[in-house]
Nanobody, 119 residues
Framework: QVQLVESGGGLVQAGGSLRLSCAAS????????MGWYRQAPGKQRELVAD???????NYAESVKGRFTIFRNNAKNTVYLQMNSLKPEDTALYYC????WGVGIPSDYWGQGTQVTVSS
């Protein structure tokens, strides 16, 4: 069972920056996708950004140009660099790992890290 350990959340003023990190407990050899989702109070969980093991990235429209996702496969770690933060970015951020094998992909989640942006 793969475990994901997140770090880097916190409180920041609007316009500031934070970097989130998520480390997987083991090396994944299958095709996989690591990403970040977020959930604000009273709202559904939404995709923020993800990156495949091949390096292809995908971003929510609301964060394009402000957030950058990248990964270090040697460290089994994915990062989310968040710049120009806005109060509406405040949410609990979850790391996600999807691993493709036979059948539907396996899905793993981190415990969540809080990001709070003050105005």
């Amino acid at each position: 069972q793969v475990q994901l350990v997140e770090s880097g959340g916190g409180l920041v003023q609007a316009g500031g920056s934070l970097r989130l990190s998520c480390a997987a407990s083991e090396t994944i050899f299958n095709f996989n996708k690591m990403g970040w989702y977020r959930q604000a109070p009273g709202k559904q969980r939404e995709l923020v950004a993800d990156v495949t093991s091949g390096g292809s990235t995908n971003y929510a429209e609301s964060v394009k140009g402000r957030f950058t996702i990248f990964r270090n496969n040697a460290k089994n770690t994915v990062y989310l660099q968040m710049n120009s933060l806005k109060p509406e970015d405040t949410a609990l951020y979850y790391c996600n790992l999807k691993i493709w094998g036979v059948g539907i992909p396996s899905d793993y989640w981190g415990q969540g890290t809080q990001v709070t942006v003050s105005s």
